[in-house]
């Protein structure tokens, strides 16, 4: 059979992958480090519009079967958000003592991954997708260069390694129950046993992605191995691809009791582990944790669920962005995390990042004036109950009050007064401003912002 191809509905993956390919000829003519990180950035803010200018057709098609390249009402929105979040990173690692080129011509292939990931109409292209966006990360994990880095990038291989080749496997099987591996084609899926273990591998490969329990292990010890803005890319670009390869499964096939079963495990121990942490990177590392089993919750509903799942990654991701950045923006360059009780007082002599830091704690809690965060738990705990999944509600609400323990106890330490000092013998120096750094949280807190009062408009768009 041939297939129809589609050059100008590929727009964004030709953008973005361009953008890698000149960020390496950049590298090797000009090699300095303002135009290297000036061509990605201008790569990513282009790939981030192109998505809605591109036609809305599929590509790769084939009578009958379906598109391998499959747009739909989410995916610019997705794409979008993928190069919007390789911006924010490049604008985070201005100051990231590493290969300048090295490190943006891995990111930027990261974000073709993630632009394939959102387009994927087939098994195959969104496994190769979600790899295309994990494997750079493997390196950039690993670019501390300290025991610490080097063993959270072999942790997230070996893992990375055994979920695909599980992901692999459950797709061969689904393939054999089906005889097609075209997502548009999985409404007529037989219910055998051969397709149901296909699924079920399927659906456990994918929750290594987004760190579901009990296949998270990896992520606390890798984020907090990696530099923080590799760390910030992880818990939000990787783990949104993770949850768009999910509800693509969820959306097609009966895979309900799996995945509520992998919710209430993952926010649960995840709020659990979180409120033992004494480090503020592990701290965010468990709260994503539990935040992937809030993401889950609405994806065991099926069809019904997507849409509510991708609106609450959305607005955690920006958050989570925000989280990061904030972090970043405190520490000098080449710091880490450090623990949480090293943040006592911030706020007052940095009022306007622990101001944004509060805006993203609070919007995780899903407490004011984080209104996307608040709006997001309440769209779940509705979506749940709407379609007689009541006692998963009530878990998710559980989890959302446990959670509030670690969160408001994290923002009152900025706010707190130094041990053994008044607060009016505090002088504590401000800290020079470093504007890259500055705008990517500006920027990601605005994001933060608007999407708590758009909350119809994003829905309409991943719809």
């Excluded at 195959?124 to 501390?144: A, F, K, M």
């Excluded at 505090?426 to 800290?431: C, I």
């Amino acid at each position: 059979m041939i297939q129809s191809i589609n050059h100008l509905a590929l727009l964004p993956l030709y953008t973005a992958a361009a953008t890698a390919v000149l960020v390496l000829v950049v590298d090797l003519t000009a090699g300095r480090r303002s135009a290297i990180f000036g061509t990605a950035a201008a790569g990513a803010l282009i790939t981030a519009v192109v998505p809605f200018r591109a036609p809305a057709q599929g590509t790769f098609c084939l009578a009958g079967a379906g598109c391998s390249w499959a747009p739909t009402g989410s995916s610019a929105v997705l794409a979008a958000l993928f190069a919007a979040l390789t911006l924010g990173v490049l604008g985070l690692s201005a100051r990231v003592p590493a290969p300048p080129g090295e490190f943006c011509l891995l990111l930027t292939a990261a974000m073709t991954g993630g632009v394939v990931v959102a387009y994927a109409g087939d098994l195959v292209t969104l496994i190769v997708g979600l790899e295309t966006l994990t494997l750079p990360l493997y390196v950039l994990t690993g670019l501390r260069r300290t025991t610490a880095g080097a063993s959270s990038a072999v942790t997230f291989f070996l893992i990375s390694v055994v979920s695909t080749a599980i992901a692999l496997m459950g797709a061969a099987l689904v393939f054999a129950a089906a005889g097609t591996l075209h997502l548009a084609a999985f409404t007529a899926v037989p219910a055998t046993p051969l397709a149901s273990v296909g699924v079920s591998l399927v659906v456990i490969g994918f929750a290594f992605k987004v760190a579901a329990v009990p296949l998270h292990a990896w992520a606390p010890a890798t984020y907090d191995g990696a530099p923080l803005p590799v760390a910030a890319y992880l818990s939000t670009a990787s783990k949104l691809g993770g949850v768009i390869a999910l509800a693509a499964i969820a959306s097609r096939l009966d895979t309900g009791p799996l995945i509520a079963i992998l919710a209430v495990l993952t926010m649960t121990v995840g709020n659990l582990v979180a409120l033992r942490q004494t480090g503020m990177v592990r701290l965010l590392a468990w709260s994503s944790v539990a935040q992937a089993g809030y993401i889950l919750a609405p994806l065991a509903l099926g069809a019904e669920g997507t849409t509510a799942a991708l609106a609450y990654a959305t607005f955690f991701v920006a958050l989570e962005f925000v989280a990061f950045a904030v972090i970043v923006a405190l520490l000098p360059p080449g710091a880490h995390g450090g623990d949480i009780a090293s943040y006592r007082g911030v706020a007052r002599r940095s009022p306007w990042p622990a101001a944004a830091f509060v805006l993203a704690l609070s919007g995780l809690a899903g407490l004011p004036p984080g209104l996307a965060g608040l709006f997001a738990k309440v769209t779940i705990v509705d979506t749940l109950i709407d379609h007689g999944w009541t006692w998963l509600a009530v878990i998710v609400a559980v989890n959302a009050v446990i959670a509030l323990a670690y969160y408001i106890r994290t923002a009152a330490i900025l706010y707190a007064s130094p041990p053994g000092l008044a607060v009016a013998d505090l002088r504590l120096p401000k800290l020079p401003i470093h504007w890259p750094v500055a705008t990517s949280t500006i920027g990601a807190a605005a994001v933060a912002v608007a999407l708590g009062f758009m909350p119809q408009l994003l829905f309409a768009a991943l719809s």
